[in-house]
């Protein structure tokens, strides 16, 4: 199994800016791509950025110039930097990861979530 751990959530007014980070823990396990989700109230669990083992990254359009992904592979940590912060940028936010694990093998990895409100 691998564990995630989301911190970094709060709230912020419209124009601000949050980092969400992410670390992973578990028995010997290998992480292949990284991501954050987040879902709105009364909304669907939206993707909205990933970034490979390699450090290549892919943002959702709504996201794209104001949000940053990246990632320490040493650190099995993920972060995502979020500037000029929108009310509807408003949700939990869930950090998954595509990885292996001793225990379990291959598997979809998502953490608790973190809330981010942005008031306007």
């Known amino acids: 199994q691998v564990q995630l751990v989301e911190s970094g959530g709060g709230l912020v007014q419209a124009g601000g800016s949050l980092r969400l980070s992410c670390a992973a823990s578990?028995?010997?396990?290998?992480?292949?791509?990284m991501g954050w989700y987040r879902q709105a109230p009364g909304k669907q669990r939206e993707w909205v950025a990933s970034?490979?083992?390699?450090?290549?990254?892919t943002y959702t359009d709504s996201v794209k110039g104001r949000f940053t992904i990246s990632r320490d592979n040493a650190k099995n940590t993920a972060h995502l930097q979020m500037n000029s912060l929108k009310p509807e940028d408003t949700a939990v936010y869930y950090c998954?990861?595509?990885?292996?694990?001793?225990?379990?093998?291959?598997?979809?990895?998502w953490g608790q979530g973190t809330q981010v409100t942005v008031s306007s």
């Open positions: 998954n990861a595509d990885a292996w694990a001793v225990v379990g093998g291959w598997g979809d990895y």
């Open positions: 578990g028995r010997s396990f290998s992480i292949n791509a």
């Open positions: 970034i490979t083992s390699g450090g290549t990254t």
